[in-house]
């Protein structure tokens, strides 16, 4: 099984930047996927990046070129840089991982406030 803790949520003005991590421990050497959700009050959960297999990297229109997804294999962590935040950014940011043997795992989620 595989265990995720997300860090690094806050409350920032608008244009500001926040670093979330994932860190995952358990069975870390299945894990062929990483990816970085969220969910808005009212809305259903989105993909936001997602560090697949080959690491192949993707975004989702609404963060391209302002989010970055980066990892440390050594600390089994996953990151998601995010810079010139927009309300619409707020929203509870959840980490995600799939274990190849025994399927997919979520973090508890960490709220991002982004203030106008």
């Known amino acids: 099984q595989v265990h995720l803790v997300e860090s690094g949520g806050g409350l920032v003005q608008a244009g500001g930047s926040l670093r979330l991590s994932c860190a995952a421990s358990?069975?870390?050497?299945?894990?062929?996927?990483r990816d970085w959700y969220r969910q808005a009050p009212g809305k259903q959960r989105e993909l936001v990046a997602t560090?697949?297999?080959?690491?192949?990297?993707n975004y989702s229109d609404s963060v391209k070129g302002r989010f970055t997804i980066s990892r440390d294999n050594a600390k089994n962590t996953v990151y998601l840089q995010m810079t010139s935040l927009k309300p619409e950014d707020t929203a509870v940011y959840y980490c995600?991982?799939?274990?190849?043997?025994?399927?997919?795992?979520w973090g508890q989620g960490t709220q991002v406030t982004v203030s106008s």
């Open positions: 358990g069975s870390t050497s299945r894990i062929i996927a």
């Open positions: 995600y991982a799939t274990d190849i043997l025994t399927g997919n795992y």
């Open positions: 560090f697949g297999t080959g690491a192949t990297i």
